[in-house]
């Protein structure tokens, strides 16, 4: 059992949802706990709450995170905005669920609570930047931090570094093991229609309330974030080297884009501790992720309940 910790942006790209899916569908992990980060992040934390109620998670904590970047006032150009809701919020789908706390003080208290954790962040890193600046002997206690964020060979400014560049600065500079899931494989991992047709067909409530959502976002279902845990979940996926990052801090047009320090530009050695992904195995994480999910609607339906942290007033004989 290996205890995650998920800290999103839910709400905007389906594919966050679809990465809550696919941790209530994984039995070999225990969620502790979820924080949300960026913009409207009570808005986030409902449909997180939501979402995992739906699935029969609710006893995992949802925390409301930091609303805005350490630095940053303007992402590509569209300015910072606290109130906006989510894309894919509804407030007739969502709302009834509150969420519960500080993130980056719950994050300290869980850390201390259970010794360690691993951290899978599908967002911008400004929660867990201020969780390390804040109490640096936490970084000890972490496990691996499994991050979404960055594009190492594509010439794009990545959305989550984009959003707060000074936190994934401080996230990928410091101790402790990270392992960094960039565009360049992540943009691989897209669902087929055959695909997501076999999602649609799927009856559970949880999933079900995810179609809708992709629905309003409308842009097909790539598995950036999904991969993310994927890489937590097995090794089979994912082949990663060592990498050096840097962020960029100054450039108008190039703020938050990441740079590999061991390029042939720069020819620094990489860094132990820091791992970016280098190639993957796309249809076969397309491929385990729906079958995952189906077998997660399976057990809802039949009531055969296999996941070990699952709200037992949800639970149904066997």
Known sequence: MKKVWIDTDVGGDI???????????????????????????????????????????????????????????????????????????????????EAEGNAVEALHRSLNEH??????????????AKLLQRYPEDVRKIGT????????????????????????????????????????VTFRCALNQKQIDRLRRCKSEPIKR?????????????LHDPLTLGCLLSDEFVEFEKGNLKVELEGHYSRGKCINLCDFNWRQAGREDLLISKNVKAEEFCAYYVDRICAFDSAMETGRIFFPNRDKS?????
């Open 15 to 97: 594919d966050d949802a679809l990465t809550l899916l696919l941790a209530m569908a994984s039995p070999q992990i225990e969620l502790i706990g979820v924080s949300t980060v960026y913009e409207n992040t009570l808005a986030r934390a409902k449909i997180a709450k939501t979402l995992l109620s739906l699935g029969g998670f609710g006893n995992v904590p949802v925390y409301a995170g930091e609303a805005t970047p350490l630095k940053a006032t303007y992402v590509h150009n569209v300015p910072l905005d606290v109130t906006r809701l989510p894309k894919t919020y509804e407030e007739s789908v969502f709302g009834e669920a």
């Open 115 to 128: 010794g360690s954790f691993d951290l899978v962040t599908l967002g911008a890193l400004t929660n867990i």
């Open 145 to 184: 931090i499994y991050i979404m964020g960055g594009a190492v060979h594509m010439n794009l400014n990545e959305f989550n570094f984009s959003c707060d560049p000074e936190a994934a600065e401080v996230v990928l500079g410091s101790n402790g093991k990270k392992r960094v899931v960039t565009l360049d």
């Open 210 to 222: 995810v179609l809708r959502m992709s629905e309003l976002w409308g842009e097909g279902m790539i």
């Open 314 to 318: 949800m639970a149904m004989p066997l």
